[in-house]
């Protein structure tokens, strides 16, 4: 309705992500399953058939949790575990009865354990892999013996990946504060839209690359319209609510190579590049005739007015915000709910 779809947050971003890898790791899992199945059918092994044939089954029913969104990612990781663990006692029986080899255990152990310190708190997943650990060690009391160097070089392996898991979270755990840091630096606390300081810099970046086409380039400063009525009629903490609906709407009715930045107080800053002129006035206005359409339950119609100014018109980012705001204070003064985009017309 606005010129687009409502973008996804990063944590879902992060979330779909997610998904996507577990359902690729499930399906080559079971790929994976599906050639041992006929690598078993071959050497006449009925045990490994059956394994391989309940995997390839497990991992298609994986790839469907993966993507049902009503099965967190946390709990996803954990059927993974107990499948992977499941799958590693069973590989235990099948070396004892002769028909895996002692790789395959092995392997499967440090999957277990890789899962596990990467998905749980440090005690349970260290529990998990002493516990599969020992697990190994019963084989070689039977008649067929696990390799002793693969079991000594197993547990090395295991201690690195604590190790390595350990110190890739205290990374992530720094990378998560760098960036709510950067975030509360560049962007509108409220709004969640860049603030007027990276949407400056990011205004003088594109201006500065401008270059022979410099009328491809405008700023459109918005202002709500008589906004001090809604919080003094409804309150500061409606007015908030104001302000973060018209940020979405704006936001979602241009494009990712567009910008909406909030400027400050009720007053927003459009940067649109790409369009033509014509272009770029048609866009401010669809927003213009949006938000007039638009409703809040349990508020009155709102409207904004908008200046809007081209690059092409002036010689300094400074001059171009003048320019819009000039325009902009032009649009208020003709009647307001409009777009002013020349010095004494509007549209």
């Known amino acids: 309705m606005f010129g687009g779809e409502p973008g996804l947050s990063p944590h879902r971003e992060r979330e779909q992500h997610l998904r996507q890898l577990y359902v690729g790791m499930a399906l080559l899992a079971a790929l994976v ?25 497990s991992n298609l029913l994986l790839v469907g949790l993966a993507l049902w969104p009503r099965v967190s990612t946390h709990a996803f990781q954990l059927i993974l575990i107990v499948s992977a663990q499941l799958w590693l006692l069973s590989s235990a029986l099948l070396f004892l009865r ?14 277990v354990t890789l899962f596990s310190f990467a998905w749980l708190q440090a005690r349970p997943a260290a529990a998990l892999a002493l516990l599969g650990y020992l697990l190994l060690w019963g084989p070689v009391s039977g008649e067929r013996t696990v390799d002793p160097p693969g079991l000594l070089m197993t547990g090395f392996a295991a201690t690195l990946i604590w190790f390595l898991s350990a110190h890739g979270q205290s990374l992530y755990r720094a990378h998560l504060r760098s960036d709510a840091l950067a975030t509360l630096a560049f962007t509108d606390p ?43 009629s409804l309150g500061h903490h409606r007015g908030d609510e104001v302000l973060i609906a018209l940020a979405e709407l704006m936001e979602h009715s241009v494009t990712p190579q567009d910008a909406v930045i909030r400027w400050g107080g009720e007053e927003f800053l459009l940067i649109l590049t790409g369009r033509d002129p014509q272009g770029a006035r048609a866009a401010v206005r669809q927003i213009v005739e949006a938000v007039r359409a638009y409703r809040m339950p349990g508020f009155p119609p709102v409207t904004v007015s908008a200046g809007l100014a081209l690059a092409s018109e002036v010689r300094s980012v400074p001059d171009l915000l003048a320019l819009a705001d000039e325009r902009l204070y032009a649009a208020k003064e003709a009647g307001r709910d409009r777009v002013m985009d020349r010095a004494r017309t509007g549209t």
């Open 33 to 57: 399953q599906a050639c041992i199945v006929q690598y078993a059918q071959g050497a006449d092994l009925p045990g490994l058939i059956l394994q391989a044939q309940l995997g390839t089954g």
């Open 98 to 111: 002769g028909e895996t080899l002692s790789a395959t255990l092995l392997v499967g152990y440090l999957t």
């Open 190 to 232: 409220l709004t969640g839209l860049l603030n007027r300081r990276s949407g400056h810099e990011k205004l003088t970046e594109l201006f500065g690359r401008a270059g022979a086409q410099p009328d491809r380039l405008a700023a459109v400063l918005v202002d709500i319209d008589h906004f001090k009525r809604v919080n003094d």
